[in-house]
């Protein structure tokens, strides 16, 4: 099967194993250089690992795929690889790719994920992987940033605990981000040029985890919710 991002499966897997260690270099520094204390079932340094990636890294790269594509931001959502110029959209991909695979490293400084993460992250990678060999590749990049920006805004309300400000700020990212990837799931879904299968899936996936992110942001917020209510 030759895939439709315009590189050779043993490209695609080379760049794969490129990205993969580049993250697990990228977890070993932030290991080295940041807080190692444990902070709701992870090292402090992996939450903050993710915070340039998901703040800068990800919207970044998308700006610079549609800025990129000879035509509006709306047309390159619904775009075929054979229309785009393709280096953002795959750095895109390697990147998430990446950034799901510097978790692994924590296997090597004594950390880990529990089964629910492992899970998570397989059905993410094998999102990955499929839009390499299909079209609409663009919509995983708004739907994922969006999703991404939601949990960036989860791990500030969780430093910033006591900050009424974050709380909100948290709630409304939280629900935005949903309501976006959610969308981008329904698009994905009106439009044939992907194969039924991989549209069904992508689908679940993104209602199933949207639905559950925003069940546990909500279970967050009256956490804090009652906590400024003790302090009144």
Request: proline fraction near 4%; hydrophobic fraction near 50%.
């Amino acid at each position: 099967m030759t895939p439709a991002a315009g590189l050779e499966t043993p490209e695609v897997l080379a760049q794969l194993g490129a990205a993969s260690a580049v993250a697990c270099v990228y977890t070993f520094i932030c290991h080295a250089c940041l807080p190692r204390r444990e902070f709701h079932g992870s090292p402090l340094y992996n939450w903050l690992s993710c915070l340039p990636i998901q703040l800068v890294g990800f919207p970044v790269v998308v700006s610079l795929a549609v800025g990129s594509f000879d035509g509006g931001a709306v047309d390159w959502v619904a775009a075929p690889w054979s229309a785009m110029d393709g280096t953002w959209e795959r750095a895109y991909l390697l990147l998430m790719w990446g950034y799901l695979f510097k978790d692994c490293a924590l296997y090597a400084v004594g950390g880990g994920m529990d089964a629910m993460y492992w899970a998570h992250h397989v059905v993410c990678w094998a999102t990955v992987f499929n839009f390499f060999y299909t079209d609409l590749c663009a919509i995983f990049l708004v739907g994922g940033s969006a999703m991404e920006f939601g949990g960036a805004s989860q791990t500030l309300h969780l430093l910033f605990a006591d900050s009424r400000l974050m709380d909100k700020v948290h709630v409304f990212t939280m629900t935005a981000s949903h309501v976006v990837a959610c969308g981008m799931a329904v698009y994905y879904l009106s439009l044939p040029a992907a194969p039924l299968a991989a549209r069904l899936v992508f689908g679940t996936v993104v209602f199933g985890l949207s639905f559950e992110r925003q069940k546990y942001a909500m279970k967050l917020h009256r956490e804090a919710a009652d906590r400024f209510a003790k302090r009144a």
